[in-house]
């Protein structure tokens, strides 16, 4: 069987297969949602946090939300040809927190719902990290989506090299992938791992392209078409401001 072109290689199962079957299929939706949950809740959180709410409201409406999309197949007519993961998600939890505003029994909304396993104090420590002024709800949001997936792609990068045995390279290297003025020189480092200084220098080059490529296949998972990873790619930088 021929293989795939390169840019339509990492588009088998993406983040929209899982939308998708959260509107079709009952067991395919927990599996999907706890998916969802898990990788984009604290982009969500911080939204929330944001426009206002304090953090025992916020931390209920984020739950909530997850519960909305999964009972009320909320993403069922989702075309995945049209828009972008990350907008699609943004727009939905503005129409629920505008929802939750008008409805009589908005202070109910944690009562009785099912929680999945987030970790909001570790969300609550990061919320301080961001810039107090400056920035909307929409563009903290889009910042802790791009940091999201930056962690993410690090953390896939840090377990391959867990399990090809090299943890202590990916250790040793992974201040490099982003250099600075606080970095290990390569000569620090050839000496820490008995390396030469050219084989730490090709190392790096190699850890740096794994990541990108991973980086890739992520952001390929919440856009609709391999046409728009670059043009999204751009947006998550710029949300970084990167560029």
């Known amino acids: 069987m021929a293989e795939m072109d390169e840019p339509n290689r990492h588009f088998a199962t993406t983040h929209w297969s899982l939308v998708l079957a959260a509107g079709r299929d009952e067991a395919a939706s ?42 009320k197949h909320a993403f069922e007519a989702a075309d995945p040809e ?8 943004l727009a939905s939890l503005k129409n629920f927190l505008a929802n939750q505003v008008r409805s009589e ?3 109910k909304r944690g009562g009785g719902v099912r929680h999945f396993s987030i970790d909001f104090d570790d969300g609550e ?15 903290l949001y889009e910042r802790r989506w791009a940091l999201t997936l930056l962690d993410a792609a690090l953390d896939r990068l840090r377990q391959e090299h867990l399990a090809a045995g090299k943890a ?7 201040s490099l992938l982003t250099p600075s003025a606080e970095s290990p020189p390569y000569r620090e480092i050839a000496e820490r791992l008995a390396m030469t200084e050219g084989a730490v220098k090709v190392a790096v080059h190699r850890l740096r392209r794994r990541y990108g490529e991973m ?29």
Do not use: I, K, M
């Open 215 to 243: 980086l890739r296949e992520l952001v390929a998972q919440t856009v609709g078409s391999p046409e728009d990873v670059d043009d999204e790619l751009r947006q998550l930088l710029s949300a970084l401001g990167a560029t």
């Open 168 to 174: 202590e390279l990916f250790e040793a290297l992974r």
């Open 105 to 107: 029994q908005a202070e």
């Open 30 to 71: 927990r599996e999907a949602l706890a998916a969802l949950c898990e990788q984009y809740w604290h982009p969500l959180y911080c939204y929330v946090r944001r426009r206002g709410w304090n953090v025992a409201d916020a931390q209920d409406l984020t739950q909530a939300f997850f519960v909305f999309l999964l009972e």
């Open 82 to 89: 049209r828009g972008r993961f990350r907008s699609l998600l």
């Open 125 to 139: 420590r990061r919320l301080p990290e961001e810039p107090a002024d400056g920035l909307t709800p929409e563009r």
